[in-house]
């Protein structure tokens, strides 16, 4: 059984920061690029970023260029979401997923191409 579990959610001022965490499990975790999505009340869920199997491609959406970073480590079976600068408009559940059906893509943007989602866990910015 896969299990993708997100921890490191809360609720920060906007300006601060949260470490958002992706532990996997009941899968090969270097075989699977990971991604970040995000839904907020009322909202689509939206792409974040997503990072490779390697950590050799990461890829981000243009509104948290510059201020969250993506990294992984395959021995811990864990993926990380660093968000600095946070804002208002960051609110929202964030999910991490998991696929290894592409390498490295551009097309690791789109939801549909994930086999796994985790639960999600809350962010909630205050301004």
């Known amino acids: 059984q896969v299990l993708l579990v997100e921890s490191g959610g809360g609720v920060v001022q906007a300006g601060g920061s949260l470490r958002l965490s992706c532990a996997a499990s009941g899968l090969t975790f270097s075989r699977y690029a990971m991604g970040w999505f995000r839904q907020a009340p009322g909202k689509e869920r939206e792409f974040v970023g997503a990072?490779?199997?390697?950590?050799?491609?990461?890829y981000y959406r243009d509104s948290v260029k510059g201020r969250f970073t993506i990294s992984r480590d395959n021995a811990k079976n864990t993926v990380y979401l660093q968000m600095n600068t946070l804002k208002p408009e960051d609110t929202a559940v964030y999910y991490c997923?998991?696929?290894?059906?592409?390498?490295?893509?551009?097309?690791?943007?789109?939801?549909?191409?994930?086999?796994?989602w985790g639960q999600g866990t809350q962010v909630t910015i205050s301004s």
């Open positions: 990072i490779t199997w390697s950590g050799g491609n990461i």
């Open positions: 997923a998991a696929t290894n059906w592409l390498t490295a893509s551009t097309r690791l943007v789109e939801d549909s191409v994930y086999q796994y």
